[in-house]
């Protein structure tokens, strides 16, 4: 994907088949990512939070072919968003290196807390990573969603409806989390 310099600032509000979502951008690239809420004002709301969002809603050619990719994840469709630019300025150089380990998994594809800390350079720190996903500005980019607690537990996630969004974006990427179905009765015949 091509970046041109000619990336404004701005933000946008989509309705996706899931629910409104929110982007917000600088001239260096997405600084901000909502989950879906039920309606617009509550996602506007929630970007316009942020310092660094701008009131402009001109989309350059970058923002508008991740408004559809975002789209097309929420309809169910298998996307890499690993070419889009991302803003993280003022992110320390642990949360870069988690971010950028969390940013190389694939759909579908899970890790623990353990393991991607491990990845990023960072053995031996899964609640520090935990805490670092937990304040990831721009979740479905950087995949948080795809981390999970060790055992095979869901842990956490920041957005809203927790661990239950969590549970069901994994679910739309064909990851089942929890228990595993109960066996199947046999007949004694």
Sequence with gaps: METTTSITAGHAVLETVIGFMGIAWSEKGLIRLCLPERNREAVERRLMRHAGVSASTAQPPWV????????????????????????????DDFRLAIYDAARKLGYGETTTYGELAKR???????????AALGANPVPLVIPCHR???????????????GSVTKEKMLA????????PPPAQVSFGF
């Design 147 to 161: 981390i999970m607690a060790a055992g095979g537990k869901i842990g956490g996630f920041s957005a809203p409806g």
């Design 172 to 179: 739309m990427e064909g990851v089942r989390v929890g228990p």
């Design 120 to 130: 990023a350079g960072h053995a031996g720190l899964p609640r520090e990573t935990g």
């Design 64 to 91: 508008v072919e991740l408004v559809a990719s975002i789209k097309a994840y929420a309809a169910g469709e298998d996307v890499d968003f690993t070419g889009f630019p991302v803003d993280l300025d003022g992110v």
